[in-house]
Structures are given as C-alpha cells and as structure tokens.
C-alpha cells in the first residue's frame, strides 16, 4: 500500500494543487497576482496557479514533517539565495504574509489546527488533512 512518503512528490504535489483548487476556502487572494514569493526572487511567480501548489506543498512539508510548524520554519523553507550584484549573494526568507494567508485558508478547510502545546507553538496537519493526502495517493499511481 502506498502512502505519501513513497509517492514522488512533484506529483503529489500537483495532483493536491488540482484538488484544491475546488475547495471553497481555498481562494488565491488579488493581490497574490503582483507580488514575489520572497526577497531573493527577482520576479513574480509566471505559473497562474502558483497560489496552489505552494499550498499543496506546504499541506505536504506538514505531513511529512508530522509536528507543530510555524511560519518562521516555513519562511525559511521557502527562502533563497539572493543576487546582490558584485557582492556575495546571501540567504533571504521567503514571504511570510502568503504563508500565513495559505495556513489560515487550510485552517478554514480543516487540513490544518494550530496548537499552542508546550514550547512548540505552531500549526499541525489534522486527521482530515492526513486523509485527504492519503486518499489521494491511493487513487493514482506514481
């Protein structure tokens, strides 16, 4: 039986963009069309469903990882390397508002709860965002 982590993971990802797509909370935002994804990009995002499969990938980065995350981590995550002419290039975080705007929306369609537990506060993939990844996987093949 194949789950998640034996399926290659640009096709997860691509195959949970699609589904979210016909989710009713899962809206890209206007103003997402006219900005960068972090500091070090030098352009906007070209692919019109970027929106999705940053979420998809985020839905994903939650179920592997199977513990409370923040945004911070996933800025950091989603950061690069930025050109900065003749001076050495240097690590930049990624956006931290389209993160928290995409966790917010998964929060909404019950992938995702935050937990305030302990030391590690954060955001954790649920027993419904667990099933939809795995029900996915099950119905194709990759």
Known sequence: MKNVYDYEP??????VAEELTKL?????????????TSVARERFPVDPQWWYLRA???????????KSIGTNRL???????KNRGHKPERFYKGSGKIIRVILQQLE???FVRYSEKGT???RKITAHGKKFLDGLVKDGSG
Request: glycine share 6%.
């Open 24 to 36: 009713e909370h899962m809206k890209m935002p206007q103003w997402a069309l006219f900005v960068k």
């Open 108 to 110: 909404k369609s019950e």
């Open 56 to 66: 998809a990938s985020i839905l994903r980065k939650l179920y592997v990882l199977d």
């Open 10 to 15: 640009e096709l997860l990802i691509k195959k």
């Open 75 to 81: 800025r950091n995550f989603y950061g690069g390397r």
């Open 120 to 122: 590690h506060k954060g």
